[in-house]
């Protein structure tokens, strides 16, 4: 009989097994019959995990009653190290192997072959199947190939019956998973502990025998194709064709694609009677063991590249095409990606997402600003992240330390739990601040507002006594919403806003869409073309040439401020007329409104955002106009440096603490000094205390920053001095020092002021 046909045959028994209505214990006893038919081995046996033990739960050849009986911990003999290191052994002689532990109530000393493969249940081993012979032999390839297919739909039964506790399979190590620690690059501060979920999930695999074999190899053929078509259009866009590192990568993929050998060994995986996807998962399984093998650190980058792309190849099969977030989170969770966007992350269950790891990942893309709204921690640059961590690992996630900790151990966990009362204990030092206002010890009143976006947000402002809402990003509705929200919903949300803040001031940010928040309804047309969105039609630009999104959100801010004041800011603005139109399209609405006699704010007042630097030159132009400028440092320091704010590899290059900066923020400091404007800060750089020093220095009065941020900052302020810090900012600023950053620290040591 052929290599195929002798799998097949074994599927179909295996097939007609699992359909047939026994008991999942009866069906594991006809298993160890199958494949000991069928291998013509004296011996078979299956071991599950059950509270932390592999345990014998059927066996062919073995002594009947050492079943339910014989239990081994993980690492503990052959199979616990099968399952241990989810590897397959393929012994001659398995007395010879120092793993070997001899269990006199199998009656297993006079066999000598053994080969074991691990029965995986999300990427984890949670069993072990296993053939012991009494002559001494090596298994072929034919043979291990037919005991990984069964554990293969071992694990479907598995699945199907809850034999394994989630708590089991959580808590047993896969391969080479001792406790690690990666290390990163804070990107929103804070402590979160959970449970590893994949933003992409790998697929579930539910039917592993096939019913129609030629239909599943039509399933196959479709399904490289729409991979193949889907890598050709990523290889053919500008932004990948400069060449560098993205351009290598995609190369690689593309050569794995197309890959003869890879899609032949699924064909011949199906051959054997295989569905789509546990072909796909075979060959991969299979590819994996090789690897291994192979000690080579720049193979196992690759390995990875084909991991995604088989990871891929099954979402498209299986249809399995959503996120995590459309399954829903079940327990506390760590999210992990490559990169996300900020829509993506808005997606998830607030109560359930505590933390994000990333591969990569700057300060100041959106997402991490979303995160920093959702008070997430994230940590970023984590690299070679995704091939250390399993779904399901447990994760402690310390951003403050940029480190997170996986599968950690007892006393690490203690450790953290330390770290983590300490830090409630800090939070509720702010707490005690909340209805404290703000003074410097010279006793001037600072303005510490927050940023926001989404409507449960505004709980926050009086959970963290913040002076009002300094920026809210309308934008974040628009990200979340599959189409443009109508103006009743805009009017709603506004509305709502508005009422939750009560007396305290709320600056609404018109639409800043397009950048990295490319919403796909927009799309159309001439951002499409966009080789650089970040300079691109975005924000005001794009708002104003679609005069029915900014008239829309005019009206209905308007409305929503009926008798109150209304606070409205426009982002982006790079010359004084773009101000001008802006500003006439609400005049317009607000004409059109009290015609139709309807209750009108009590009064507008119009602010802009000076995040492009241009604006700086022309500031005696804008300001008369103004009622209050706002500096988004974000998107200032990305035009100031020239570097794109999203771009990982830029993350670290350029600091907010260099003269460059500082001396760009000085005058615009100077230039609003003395004149009838309210000037303060919406970039992120306002929420770290020593650039919030450093800004305080240069004479900003008001902050708006991350609410986790307002209390800290709060705290800061109190110790604050304002002519001190003011005189040596003068002078780092004439000659600056070396290093700025830690100069300002020794600085503020020096006077008494945690930066921390
Ligand atoms: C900024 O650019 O600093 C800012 C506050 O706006 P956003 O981060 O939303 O672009
Ligand atoms: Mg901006």
Redesign the pocket.
Known sequence: MSAAASARQILTQLHEVMASRMYAQGKLDRVVEIVGENLDSEVCSIYLLREGMLELFATRGLNQAAVHVTRMALGEGLTGTIAEKSETLNLAEAKAHPDFQYRPETGEEKYHSFAGVPIIYRERAVGVLCVQHVEPRRYEEVEIEALQTTAMVLSELITNNDMVDEEDAAGLNPAQSGPLTINGLSLAKGLASGFAVFHQPRVTINQVVADDTEAERQRVYRAFDKMREGIDTMTSQAEFRVGGEHEEVLETYKMFAYDEGWSRRINEAIDSGLTAEAAIERVQQRTRMRMREIDDPLLADRMHDLEDLSNRLLRIVSGQLGTAATQGLRRDTILIAKNLGPAELLEYDRRKLKGVVLEEGSL?S?VV?VARAMGVPVLGRARGLRAIVRDGDQILVDADAATAMIRPGQQVLDAFEARFAKSRERQALYAELRDVEPFTRCGTRIKVMM?AGLRDDISNLNLVGADGIG?F?T?FQFLVSATLPQREKQFRLYRDVLDGAGDKPVIF?TV?IG?D?AVPYLRSGEAENDENPAMGWRALRLALEREGLLKVQARALIEAAAGKVLHVMF?MVSAPWEFDAAKAVFEAQLKYLKAQKKTLPETIKYGA?L?VPALAEVLDLLIPKLSFL???????TQFLFAADRANPKLAERYDWLSPAILRFMRRIALATEGQDVELGI???MGGRRLEALALLGLGFRRLSITPVSVGPIKELVRKVDLKEIGEAMTGWLSQPPEDMRSTLKDWAEAHGIDVE
């Open positions: 100041t959106h600003i940023n920026l990003r934008e940010r800043d950048g928040k982002p955002m995040e706002s500096v988004g440092t974000n998107d200032l919406c970039g992120e």
